[in-house]
C-alpha cells in the first residue's frame, strides 16, 4: 500500500510530461535541450565558452540538415535509415573529387546528387511497388552502400576538400556564427516551403495520414512516398558534403551515426511514426536534444559503447512519450 502511494505521484508526473510532450513537441524539444545543456555546464564549467557553444550551433545545424529529408519520409509513413550511410559515401566521393581543388566541387556536387537521388529512388520503389517493411529496406540498401564503399575505396579513402569550400562551412563570422549558418538561411525555407507552401508537401501529409483517402483524391501515393525518400537521399549526401566540408578528410562510415541521431532528432520534435503529423521547426529542437545528449554524454567521458546504449535507451523512452497513440502501436 505504501509503495503505491509512493509511485503514484511519479506515474502523475510521467503522465503529465507525455501529455505535454505530445501537445507541444517542439517546446518540449527545446526544454529538454536547455536542460541537459544546464547540466553539461554544471558538470563542465568550460561548457559555456563561446568556443563550445559556437560547435554545439554547428553539429545542431549539421543534424538538422540530415533530419529534413527523414521528417518528410516519416510525414509520408515511411522510414529511412540510409541517411548515414548516403552521408559517409557522399563525404568520400566529395574528397575524392575535389582532391583539395574548389574549381571541382560542382562535380563533386553533381555525383553526390546522383547517388543520393538514386538510393532514394531504390528505398521508395522497393517500399511502395515490392511493398517490402521500409525498416528491413533502408537497412539493408544502407548496409549495401556501405560495403560497396569499402570496395570502391579498399577501406582508405583519398583526397581532401577544397580549401574554399572547407572555409565557407567552418569560418566564425565575428569569432561566433559558422558559416554554416549560411546554408541554413538557404536550406530552412526551402525544406518549409516544399512542406507547408508546395502542392506536394500537401499531398505528403494526406498519404501519411491516410494512405487510401489520398488515392482517392486521386494522389498518386507511391509516387509522392518515392519522391519523399528521393529528397531525403539527396539532402542526406548534400549534409554528407557539408560535414566532410567541416572535417576536412573523409573515411569509411564517418557518420553512419546520424541514421538513428537524425531520426530521434525528427520523433522528439513530434512527427510521428504513424505518418501524417510532424514539423521540421519541430525537427530542429530535436536535433539540438540530440546534439545537446551526446555533448553531455561527452562531457561524462562515458565510453562510445555506453553512449550508444543511452541512445538507444533513450528512443525508448522518447516511443513511450511522443507516440503513444493507437496508430503508431499498431
Not at 509512493?6 to 518540449?28: D, E, H, K, Q, Y
Not at 527523414?70 to 557522399?90: E, K, P, R, Y
Not at 528491413?136 to 556501405?146: E, H, M, Q, S, Y
Not at 576538400?161 to 561566433?176: D, K, N, Q, T
Request: net charge positive.
Amino acid at each position: 500500500m505504501q509503495n503505491s502511494t509512493l509511485l503514484r505521484p511519479i506515474a502523475n508526473l510521467l503522465g503529465n510530461v507525455s501529455g505535454f510532450a505530445n501537445r507541444n513537441p517542439t517546446r518540449m524539444a527545446i526544454i529538454l535541450g536547455l536542460g541537459l545543456y544546464a547540466f553539461t555546464v554544471f558538470w563542465v564549467p568550460g561548457a559555456l565558452s563561446v568556443q563550445a557553444v559556437s560547435t554545439l550551433f554547428m553539429m545542431t545545424l549539421l543534424l538538422s540538415f540530415a533530419s529534413a529529408g527523414q521528417t518528410m519520409v516519416l510525414i509520408g509513413g515511411g522510414m529511412d535509415f540510409t541517411v548515414g550511410a548516403v552521408m559517409s559515401v557522399a563525404a568520400m566521393i566529395t574528397t575524392s573529387i575535389m582532391r583539395g581543388e574548389d574549381g571541382r566541387f560542382l562535380q563533386a556536387f553533381a555525383v553526390c546528387m546522383l547517388l543520393g537521388a538514386t538510393v532514394g529512388f531504390i528505398n521508395g520503389v522497393c517500399t511502395t511497388k515490392v511493398g517490402l517493411p521500409a525498416l528491413v529496406v533502408t537497412l539493408a540498401i544502407g548496409n549495401v552502400v556501405t560495403r560497396m564503399s569499402y570496395l570502391v575505396t579498399a577501406g582508405t579513402p583519398v583526397g581532401r576538400v577544397g580549401p574554399a569550400f572547407a572555409s565557407s562551412v567552418i569560418y566564425r563570422h565575428f569569432g561566433f556564427i559558422p558559416s554554416l549558418a549560411l546554408y541554413a538561411l538557404i536550406l530552412f525555407p526551402l525544406v518549409f516551403y516544399i512542406l507547408y507552401r508546395s502542392r506536394f508537401g500537401r499531398q505528403l501529409y494526406l498519404v501519411g495520414n491516410n494512405p487510401e483517402a489520398a488515392r482517392l483524391c486521386g494522389i498518386n501515393v507511391n509516387k509522392i512516398k518515392t519522391i519523399s525518400y528521393m529528397i531525403s537521399g539527396m539532402l542526406s549526401a548534400f549534409t554528407g558534403m557539408l560535414g566532410v566540408g567541416m572535417l576536412q578528410a573523409s573515411r569509411n562510415q564517418m557518420f553512419d551515426a546520424y541514421a538513428y541521431q537524425s531520426l530521434i532528432a525528427v520523433v522528439v520534435g513530434g512527427t510521428s511514426f504513424a505518418g501524417g503529423i510532424g514539423t521540421y521547426g519541430g525537427t530542429i529542437a530535436g536535433s539540438m536534444v540530440m546534439v545537446m545528449l551526446n555533448n553531455m554524454l561527452t562531457a561524462l567521458n562515458l565510453s562510445q559503447r555506453v553512449r550508444e546504449i543511452t541512445l538507444g535507451m533513450v528512443l525508448v523512452l522518447i516511443l513511450v512519450m511522443y507516440n503513444r497513440r493507437k496508430g503508431v502501436r499498431q
